[in-house]
Structures are given as C-alpha cells and as structure tokens.
C-alpha cells in the first residue's frame, strides 16, 4: 500500500515547483509521516493529484534519491530510506579540505571577469534575464605546492565578488557568508592528462595524470548558484566516496 502524499503548492512563490514537491517530502520525512520504509504513490498519481507535469514530479524525486532520502526499487517502487531528515549538505571547497587537513592553502588569481555568461554557462546556472557571472580562475596550493587549476563561473545576483575576496577566501566560504544555503551538487569526477599550459602551473610533467572535476552547485532555494571546471594534481589528491546499496 503506497502512502498518499499532503504538499502544499503554491504557484504564485518563486521557489520552482519541483523544490517545493522536494521540501514538502523531507518534511514529512522529518516529522515521521514517512517513516523508513514507507513505498510513495507512483509519479503519475502524483503528478495528477498535485496538478504538476510528470516531469516536474521526476525532477523531485531524482533530487531526493540522490540526497539519499528516496531509493527506487524494481518491483516495488519508491521507498523512504531515513526517517530522518538529513541537514543541509555542507558542499565542501578544496579550501575546505586543506583547512580540516591542517594544511594552509594558498591562492594565485590568474583570471577574473565580469561578463555575459557565455550559451553553456546560462543553461548550466538557469539564469534569469539580466543576470551576468563572475568567471575566474585559480590555481590553489599548500605548502608551496599546487594542487589544483580551478575555473568557475558565479552568478553576481548572489554575491559580489572582487579579485581580492578571491585571494584572501575559498569560494564556498564567500557563497556562505553572503547567506546561500547550499543543498546539493551535480558532479563529475574522471581524469585527464596535463597540457603543457596545465603541467606548468601545476609543477608536472606535461602529459602527467590529472583528476578531473565538474560540479555545479544548487542552495536551498533551487537555484544554481555556481559551476566550476577543476583539475587536481593525481599524486596530490584524491576523492573519497560513500556508496549505497539500492
């Protein structure tokens, strides 16, 4: 028996249609209307029992299932898998992990514009009309040595960034402190081989192994707020990832 869904839409507020569906689950979650276990109605009934496009729904649910508050099972369908509400993913930045490493990282600025985001960076952020991005890029060392070439592209209605905050801060720490919330990323992590330009900043060998990644990330209010493209250092660095049984 799949357990029917209370969510309150509203289409008149600017949070997207699909984070609402997203915020009324966790809360359920989180107040022990869905406990673990509990199978949801299917997509379709929802979608016609909310008035929301199958699509939106799917949006929704791929959001919670990659939060890890959903699993899909064949022959079975969607379940919650925590009764509780997990809190707000603390997305970390390489400034980050080098700080809880003990580690003092260092910053060069090797470019920062404010421009028109170029067709691929407009769709990847969603932007409204009117709104431009931050584009700059970094290269991040610890101890005199480099780890990382860092390109991101920020939307400027969020936070103002300068050259200096750049130097002196991590990314996330500036998002932070300007009040974004930050739910949850799309990433991509895979691997490469150093350019000459890549392996001179880098201090390697041209042709060296390289790790790759691509993330954009998403706040609490549904908007994507920043996309980066980084390349890390293989003897350097490494990614650590928890997987789930589904």
Excluded: C
């Amino acid at each position: 028996m799949s357990a029917p869904l209370s969510i309150q839409i509203d289409r008149s507020s600017p949070i997207p249609l699909y984070h609402q569906v997203v915020q009324g689950i966790e809360q359920a979650i989180h107040d022990g209307s869905l406990a673990s276990g509990t199978r949801l109605e299917n997509e379709i009934e929802l979608a016609r029992r909310l008035n929301l496009s199958r699509p939106t729904i799917r949006k929704a649910m791929d959001d919670l299932v990659r939060s890890g508050l959903l699993v899909r099972k064949r022959g079975v369908g969607t379940q919650v898998v925590s009764s509780q509400i997990r809190r707000h993913l603390e997305l970390s930045s390489l400034n980050d992990d080098l700080q809880r490493a003990g580690k003092t990282p260092t910053t060069e600025l090797l470019g920062f514009e404010h421009i028109d985001a170029p067709d691929n960076i407009q769709e990847l952020l969603q932007l409204p009309k009117g709104i431009r991005v931050y584009h700059f890029t970094r290269l991040r060392s610890a101890g005199g040595t480099p780890l990382a070439l860092m390109e991101n592209w920020v939307r400027d209605d969020i936070v103002e960034l300068t050259e200096e905050s750049l130097r002196e801060h991590g990314l996330y720490e500036l998002l932070r402190n300007a009040g974004v919330n930050f739910r949850l990323a799309q990433q991509r992590i895979g691997a490469t081989t150093a350019t000459e330009d890549q392996a001179k900043s880098l201090d390697v060998s041209p042709k060296a192994a390289l790790v790759t990644m691509q993330r954009t990330a998403v706040d609490d209010a549904g908007r994507n707020v920043e996309t980066g493209s980084h390349v890390y250092r293989a003897d350097s660095y490494s990614f650590e990832m928890t997987l789930v049984q589904r």
